[in-house]
Each structure stands twice: as structure tokens, then as C-alpha cells.
């Protein structure tokens, strides 16, 4: 399991603190660190839309009007892998078995039933 996001985020906060607490492994990659490719962002959208990688709270998405703005997703794509602080955090690849899943956002609900109910 891989865990993408930057230390300051208190929504990756939590998450490493739920997978520190649940006794479960992950590997954690700073996207302030390494940055997220053209594929990676392509790879994601295997599993949700381009406008639920984004946060709308980050000072890039604001800067940049996003709000309101209607992007196809190949424009959506390349704005977030050439600007990682517009991605929402944490997102999380995961699986079991070789399944190939994925997980955007910190929610207690939904992290004690997709990674507690294995």
C-alpha cells in the first residue's frame, strides 16, 4: 500500500495516525518531495474522475479561479501533474491479491470499512 501526500496535510495526518493505530503497513511518499507524474495522474483516473483528485482548499486551486471552472479532463490531468499542491490528499493505492484499488480523502467511516474490513 502506498500513501501519497505532504507532512502538513491534517487529513494525512490522520490517515497515518489510523494505519499507525490499525497496526497497518504502508509506504509514504511526500508529493512536496517526489513528483507526481503525467502517468501517475493517468493511472488514478482508472479509478475516479479527474475532479475528485482535486482540493478545492488548497491555495493553488484558488489561485488559480478553478472554482466553477469547466475543464475537459485532459486539461484537468495536466494541471495536476504539473501542480501537485492542487491534488486533494491523501490518496492511497491499495489491494490485495494483485486487485488494484484506490482511495482519495480521509474519512474514519470509509477507512474503517475499506481497510479494516480485509
Not at 496535510?9 to 513528483?35: L, M, Q
Request: net charge positive.
Amino acid at each position: 500500500m502506498k500513501l501519497y501526500g505532504i507532512k502538513t496535510c491534517p487529513s494525512v495526518k490522520k490517515a497515518k495516525e489510523f494505519f499507525y493505530n490499525n497496526d497497518i503497513n504502508y509506504e509514504y511518499i511526500d508529493i512536496d518531495k517526489e513528483k507526481i507524474t503525467q502517468d501517475k495522474v493517468e493511472y488514478w483516473l482508472h479509478f475516479t474522475e479527474a475532479k475528485n483528485l482535486f482540493n478545492p482548499r488548497s491555495k493553488a486551486y484558488r489561485d488559480l479561479n478553478l472554482k466553477g471552472t469547466n475543464l475537459n479532463t485532459k486539461t484537468k490531468t495536466k494541471l495536476l501533474w504539473e501542480n501537485n499542491s492542487l491534488l486533494k490528499r491523501p490518496l492511497i493505492e491499495h489491494g490485495l491479491n494483485g486487485e488494484e484499488k484506490f482511495h482519495v480523502g480521509y474519512d474514519l467511516n470509509d477507512y474503517n470499512e475499506v481497510f479494516l474490513s480485509i
